[in-house]
């Protein structure tokens, strides 16, 4: 092999080097660059958390008069809220709150009205809701239909437990049968509203419901939710999905 040879074969070897360094440079940009827009995403959307919790909570002021006079006038004395120790973010479990749409005790008459039901058991094993509820009070038949009874969850959003979009919070209860699904669905924070909210949640089955949320993950983006949001407000405006 003539010098001349060996000298073209080591500079395209050198250039190959080269385009390889480039490449690998321009991946490396291209990456930091995704990070930066996605930090930049998740800084706006905690923006948008904290702006909506606030006008949020200043509502809280004037429904949670007319809630309790309206209960009042029903002969229900009991406590305005509902607290609930719900899965958050990474498996860490938080203090839900609600406008309380339920008897007292209504967890003990579940319980027992699922004992006695069959069918009614059957319906809840698979869709963890009950659409002829017997637990739901008089006023809870209304603030549940027009989703007033998740408003007091913008103090959820305001103390960084929730966020206005992502998966519903689950019950630790429901661990259990989310089985391996469990681990990837906690890497979001849950949100008020979500993938299930705005798919009619009275009809999705819990499966379903687990697999939104494993999508919304692994495709979050911030015009997500905003269209999950105008499109909640749409469901809660026409009174759908909800019970």
Do not use: C
């Amino acid at each position: 092999m003539s010098a001349n040879s060996s000298e073209q074969f080591a500079y395209v070897e050198n250039v190959g080097n080269i385009e390889e360094k480039f490449e690998y440079k321009s991946i490396a940009k291209a990456n930091n660059k995704a990070k930066v827009l996605l930090y930049i995403e998740k800084a706006l959307k905690r923006f948008i958390d904290i702006i909506g919790s606030i006008v949020g909570i200043i509502l809280l002021i004037p429904l949670s008069i007319g809630i309790k006079i309206a209960n009042i006038k029903a002969k229900d004395y009991g406590p305005l809220f509902y607290k609930q120790k719900r899965i958050g973010k990474n498996g860490k479990e938080f203090t839900l709150y609600k406008y309380r749409s339920m008897v007292i005790g209504a967890d003990e008459k579940l319980s027992k009205y699922l004992e006695e039901n069959a069918e009614a058991r059957e319906e809840y094993s698979t869709y963890k809701k009950l659409k002829d509820d017997p637990r739901i009070t008089k006023v809870g038949h209304f603030i549940r239909s027009t989703s007033i009874d998740e408003f007091p969850q913008f103090i959820n959003v305001l103390k960084g437990d929730m966020s206005l979009v992502g998966p519903r919070p689950y019950l630790p209860i429901e661990k259990k049968d989310m089985g391996r699904l469990y681990h990837t669905i906690v890497q979001s924070k849950p949100g008020v509203t979500g993938m299930w909210q705005v798919s009619g949640r009275s009809e999705i089955t819990f499966e379903d419901r687990m697999n939104m949320d494993i999508e919304y993950y692994y495709n979050w983006s911030l015009k997500t939710d905003i269209k999950l949001l105008f499109k909640t407000i749409k469901k809660v405006i026409l009174r759908e999905g909800a019970i």
